[in-house]
């Protein structure tokens, strides 16, 4: 069991270009997650999805877009990157909508992208 | 809507010495409460949690949490911590289903020799 793997761990981009950042996930998990992690802002939520095919906004959505076309990858796309977008970035999952003790969230090890 | 509060944005506490980080949160909701642990350069991980039933939890690394309602808070304590937990950390709030979480900004505690 890999858990929750994310790809590339490390990116350096130019302003205007575009990358896309990999996770998957083998524990069959319903709703995963994509945050970005800023000094003392903590984690904020940039978009998730509750199952394959669904993706919704979180708080921080602007500049970036997602796509979730098999249940064990979530993808997240920059199509033209800024400095502001500058941050780590991490990828999580969770069972579901069951509740009860399946609610914890999985965490990948992160991506750190600089965006010069 | 459901927002977490994490007081102290860092706290030094020297070796052997116990420690709490506190944690308050708002919601109109019933509410899971979980803390994290994010150690250097690596992703988070769960510490403990509380779902329902006893308001006290314990968690690993000797670590434990009470949750009070009245109060809106879930404090996290150790009574003894090692250079080891020198982290950072997150508390955590879901409500309902867990549709979506909302993490506070963090406390990064360093324990001192």
């Known amino acids: 069991n890999a858990g929750v793997t994310q790809t590339p761990k490390f990116r350096v981009l130019k302003t205007g270009q575009s990358m896309t950042l990999l996770c998957a996930q083998d524990m069959n998990h319903e709703y995963m997650y994509w945050y970005r992690q800023d000094p003392g802002m903590g984690l904020r939520l940039i978009h998730y999805?509750?199952?394959?095919?669904?993706?919704a906004k979180g708080e921080v959505p602007d500049g970036y877009n997602v796509s979730r076309l098999k249940k064990q990858n979530f993808l997240l796309g920059l199509e033209s990157a800024a400095p502001s977008q500058t941050s780590v970035y991490f990828c999580?999952?969770?069972?579901?909508?069951?509740?009860?003790?399946?609610?914890?969230?999985?965490f990948g090890p992160g991506t750190r992208l600089t965006v010069l | 809507a459901q927002s977490v509060t994490q007081l102290d944005s860092q706290v030094p506490v020297f070796e052997e010495a116990p420690v709490e980080l506190r944690c308050n949160y708002s919601?109109?909701?019933?509410?899971?409460l979980f803390w994290y642990v994010q150690y250097p350069n690596q992703g988070l991980q769960l510490l403990l949690k509380?779902?329902?039933?006893?308001?006290l939890v314990k968690g690993i690394n000797g670590f434990e949490a009470e949750f009070n309602k009245s109060q809106t808070s879930f404090h996290l304590r150790k009574p003894s911590v090692h250079i080891s937990d020198t982290a950072e950390y997150f508390c955590?709030?879901?409500?309902?289903?867990?549709?979506?979480?909302?993490f506070g900004p963090g406390t990064r505690l360093s324990v001192l020799p």
């Open positions: 919601s109109s909701v019933s509410v899971y």
């Open positions: 955590a709030v879901s409500e309902n289903y867990g549709q979506n979480f909302v």
């Open positions: 509380y779902l329902s039933g006893s308001t």
């Open positions: 999580a999952s969770s069972y579901g909508a069951s509740g009860g003790a399946l609610n914890e969230q999985f």
């Open positions: 999805s509750v199952g394959e095919g669904t993706t």
